[in-house]
C-alpha cells in the first residue's frame, strides 16, 4: 500500500488550447488549424490519423509533431514518445521564429508546445525537466504560470523556492493560478515534515472548493491526509467521502484512500465495498492518469486477500506490482517509497503462502507432503528475495525513521500493520535504535504507541522477551482504536512473548484479540495457537484429531485454551469461552462417486478448518451480512467465505490487462 502522499490537480488540456479563432497565433495550413480543434475536443484517433498524414507529406510540420506529442500522453500513454514529438515540434518551431516569437508569428502553437511538454516531464517524474520548460514558456509569454511552478520545486525538495512561487501565484488576480498554488502549498508543508503545517494549508485548499460542484477531489483528499497526519481518521473519513462527490479528472482516487483507511481499521467488509468503488473510479479517469495508482490499487486486493487468508491468490498481484509500479509525478512522493512497500508485501504474501504449504504438508499423503515441503522452500526463497530488495530500499537510516514515524514524508509507504516487519527485514538492533532516534524527535505524542508496537516485535526477535511484553502492552493501551491491525499485530507479539514465558493464560487471552481482529497474523508470524484438542471418538474424529496435533497452527496445552472439537459431522474451533469461531463439515459424496473412507474425511475436515479459522471475520455492525443465522457463531467461516467471493468479483479486474493510457 502506498504511504499517503499528496496528488496534484490533473491538468488535462490548459487555457490556451481551447482557443478556436483563428488569428495570426494559431497560421498554418487548414489540415494543421483542424489538428488544433481535435485535440481541443480530446479527439485523439482523429488528431493521429490527420497529424500521420500530414507528417509524411511535410515532416517538418511542428503543428503535426505537438499533435502527436498530446495523443502519445493522454491517450497511448506513451510518454517518452510523447515528449520526442514535442521536442521536435519545438525544435523546428523556434529553428524559424526563435524562441521568444512575436505576435505576428503562430506563436501558440509555441506556447502550447511548451506547457504541454511540462506536463509530460512531469508525469515522466523530471522535475528538473519540468522547469525547464516552464520558464521557456514564461521567458517569452504572459501570464507566467508561476503555480505550476511550486510543484516541481517541491519535489527536487527546494521548498523555500516552492514555497516563493505559490506566494507569487497567489498574489496575481488569477483564481486559477490561486486553486493550484494553494494545492502546491498543501504539499509543499506536507513535504517538509509539519503535521500542523500540512494539515492546515491542505484543508484551508480544501475549504476553497468545498462549496463548489464539479471538480475540489483532490483538495478535498489531500486534506484527508492532512487529517490522518494527525491520527483524525473521522475527519479522514468524512473529507474522503466528500472528495468521492467531485470530478474524477484527478489525480486522487477518494476510494483508493478509504480502501486504506477502512482495511487500516479492520473494517474488511467496507474496505472491500471501496475497493470496488476505486476501481470503478479508476477506469471512469481520463486514460492517462491510469498508471498513476493501478499499483496502488493492486496492493489493496492482495492486502484484503491476505487478510482472508487467501495468500497465493495474492502472489501474481503483487509480483505484477513491482514489475510495473505507479508513476509519481501527479503525487508528492517518490518511486521508492511505493516499491518498498509492495516488495515487503510481496514478501509477507510469499511468507503466509509458505506457511499455508507446510500446514498442507502435515494432513497430506507422503508424496503430495513431500511436494508441499518443496513448495514451501520455493516460496520462503522468494520472500527472502523480496525482503532484500525492500532492505536495499530502506539501507537509509532516515528511511528507516521516516517510516517509523507513521503520516510524515520520507518513509516507506507501508500499511501501519506492516511497520513491525521491518525488525525482520533489516535485523531487531536497526530498528530498535532506528525507534530511539525517532522517540527523540518525534513531538506528537500519539505517534509513540507505534513506535513502542514496532520495537515490541524487535524486542521479542532479539531474545528480550520480558521488554516486548511491556512495549506491546504500552502499545495495546495507547494506540488509536482505529488502528486495528496494528493493534492486532501488537497482540500477537505479547501472545507469543507470553508463551516464551510460560504463560499460557496471557497467551490466549493475547490470541482471542488476533483471532477476533486478523486470524491469518497466527499463520503469517508462523505462531501456534494453544489448543485443547477433544473428539467423539469416531474414526474420523481421532484421525482428524492426530492430524491436528502435527499442524504447525497449534500447540496443544490444558486449561482455558481455544477447543478444537472434532466429529465425524464437523470440526469446529471455539474459544475459550465457549463462542465457536469457525465450524467446518466435509462435502458431500458426489453422486456416482465412490465413498472416501476416513482418512480421507479427516484429511478434509483439517484443511478445511485451517482455511476458514485463519481468515476474515466481519462485525454484523459492518455489513448486512444476510448469510448469518443469528445463531451464537462470535464470527463466522461463513462471512469470511462472503467476503471472499465480493474479492473474487474484483480479482478479474486486477487480472486484466490495462486499457490504453497515459501517464
Known sequence: MKRPTLALIALLVPAEIGAQDVDPGLAGTAEERQLWALTSDRSYVQARELAERILRVAPRSWAAHFALGVVQHYAEGNLARSLYHLEQ?????????????????????????????????????????QIRFLDAHDLAYDPDYAAQHAWPYMK???????????????????????????????????????????????????????EGSGDGGVELSNAALG????????????????????SVEDY??????????YTRQGRVAEAVAALREAQDYRMRRPAYLG???????????????????????????????????????????????SISATAVLDAVAHREAAEMATEAASWEPFFESLLSRVEAVRLGWLAWRSERMAAALLSDPERIEQTLRVGLPGGASLLEAWLPELSLLLGPGVVRAAVGRARARETFRPVLAYLDAAESEAALRAGDVAEARALAARALRDLPRGEALLAARAAA?????????????????????????????????????????????????????????????????????????LGRGEACLKDPSGAILDCVTPRPRRRGRPARDAGEIARELVAALHREAFGARVDLTQADLQSLDGSTTSASGRSARRIQSVIDSILPDAHAPSPPRGP
Open 89 to 129: 515540434a519545438r525544435a523546428l518551431f523556434e529553428a524559424r521564429y526563435g524562441p521568444t516569437p512575436d505576435p505576428s508569428k503562430p506563436w501558440r502553437w509555441h506556447a502550447q508546445t511548451l506547457i504541454e511538454a511540462s506536463w509530460t516531464a512531469q508525469d515522466m517524474e523530471r522535475p528538473a525537466e
Open 227 to 246: 487529517a490522518m497526519q494527525l491520527l483524525r481518521f473521522d475527519e479522514a473519513e468524512r473529507l474522503l467521502r466528500e472528495s468521492t462527490d467531485k
Open 252 to 261: 486522487a482516487n477518494p476510494w483508493s484512500g478509504l480502501t486504506a483507511l
Open 156 to 210: 527536487l525538495d527546494r521548498f523555500d523556492e516552492a514555497r516563493a512561487w505559490a506566494a507569487r501565484a497567489l498574489a496575481s488576480g488569477d483564481e486559477w493560478q490561486h486553486k493550484v498554488a494553494r494545492t502546491a502549498l498543501c504539499a509543499v508543508e506536507y513535504e517538509a515534515g509539519s503535521r500542523e503545517a500540512s494539515y492546515a494549508a491542505c484543508l484551508a485548499a480544501a475549504r476553497a472548493v468545498a
Open 493 to 565: 507479539v505479547a501472545g507469543a512473548a507470553a508463551t516464551e514465558a510460560g504463560d499460557v493464560g496471557a497467551a490466549v487471552s493475547s490470541y482471542g484479540l488476533v483471532m477476533q481482529r486478523d486470524p491469518a497474523l497466527i499463520r503469517r508470524l508462523g505462531l501456534r495457537l494453544p489448543v485443547r484438542i477433544t473428539h467423539d471418538g469416531s474414526t474420523v474424529g481421532r484421525e482428524a484429531a492426530d492430524l491436528l496435533r502435527a499442524s504447525p497452527r497449534f500447540e496443544e496445552e490444558a486449561g482455558a485454551v481455544f477447543v478444537l472439537s
Open 291 to 337: 498508471q498513476q495508482d493501478q499499483a496502488e490499487i493492486e496492493s489493496h486486493v492482495a492486502t484484503l486477500l491476505l487478510l482472508g487468508g487467501r495468500a497465493p491468490d495474492a502472489l501474481p498481484i503483487t509480483q505484477r506490482s513491482l514489475d510495473r509500479p505507479d508513476r509519481e509525478g501527479g503525487e508528492s512522493g517518490e518511486a521508492w517509497q
